[in-house]
């Protein structure tokens, strides 16, 4: 059965923190979900949260992923190692396996820099994300990115947000094609296009050609709830996107 996990971050930043990431993640628990992804930006008191957070999934039994909100690489190009640093006491404070980040502002680095990033991400599986910046979420920069780490002896997996390309202008598919045999990890994201922006939306929703992108990434790899869940009966409808991404995975596999 496909794993499917939900980034809190779908329930709406305000509500989360509002309630706490904890409560999200007993409500994910409940409607069937795999796991979870935390939300360092959404954390309000990271001391309490993060063991709170490892004791309830460790119970559960459930995958967790620790997204961080700081990238790699500073505004000045250079790679930040106090961010790392953060992240990654982070994810363990959270018994996470998988930290997620982004590039930033990555223009280019030394061997010894990427030495010393997996030094520092020991015993984690680093997984880079394209997100919504020309910096970090187009094909050229994270050709580059990927290129660099490979040839430094130290390559990293990527998650794959499919709706995120739309804001940067790329093509998914192309971006597909290019990336998808380094995938370990998938964002689910449906978009829509609203008057001078793009939302995220349910992927049954999305003007985007989702299923064909699903259909390009590598088969077993688990996949993340990442648009917005709302509505009056908030556990009926984290069920519906559960379930729906499990049939798209059982309809794909059908055709494979």
């Known amino acids: ?32 979900a ?9 954390l309000v008191d990271s001391a309490r949260e993060l063991p709170e ?18 990238p790699l690489w500073a505004n000045d190009g250079s790679l930040d190692f106090a ?23 990555f223009r280019g680095a030394s061997g010894g820099d990427f030495r010393r990033l997996a030094e520092t991400v020991a015993g984690l599986d680093l997984v880079i994300e394209n997100d919504q ?4 979420g187009t094909l050229d920069a994270l050709q580059a990115f990927f290129r660099a780490s490979d040839e430094a002896g130290t390559p990293l ?11 940067t202008g790329e093509d998914p598919l192309h971006a ?9 990890y998938v964002h689910c994201k449906g978009v829509q296009r609203q008057p001078g922006r793009w939302v995220a939306v349910p992927i049954a929703e999305s003007a985007a ?23 009056d009966d908030l556990l009926e409808t984290t069920r519906t996107g559960i379930r729906q991404l499990r049939e798209a995975s059982e309809r794909l596999a059908a055709f494979a």
């Open 209 to 231: 050609p989702w299923r064909a992108l699903l259909r390009a990434m590598p088969r077993g790899l688990p996949w993340a709830i990442e648009y917005p869940l709302v509505g």
């Open 133 to 136: 910046t020309p910096a970090a």
């Open 34 to 42: 795999d796991g979870v992804e935390v939300r360092g930006e959404l």
């Open 157 to 167: 997996p990527m998650t794959f947000d499919m709706g995120n390309w739309h804001w």
């Open 53 to 70: 957070l490892a004791r309830a999934v460790a119970q559960w039994g459930g995958q967790v992923v620790y997204s961080s909100p700081e």
């Open 83 to 105: 961010a790392v640093q953060r992240a990654v006491d982070a994810a363990r404070a959270l018994g996470a396996p998988r930290l997620k980040m982004s590039i930033g502002d």
């Open 1 to 32: 059965m496909q794993q499917v996990l939900i980034s809190l971050s779908s329930f709406g930043a305000a509500e989360v923190r509002r309630h706490g990431q904890l409560w999200f993640t007993r409500l994910a628990q409940e409607a069937g």
């Open 176 to 184: 597909a094609r290019a990336f998808s045999a380094r995938v370990s």
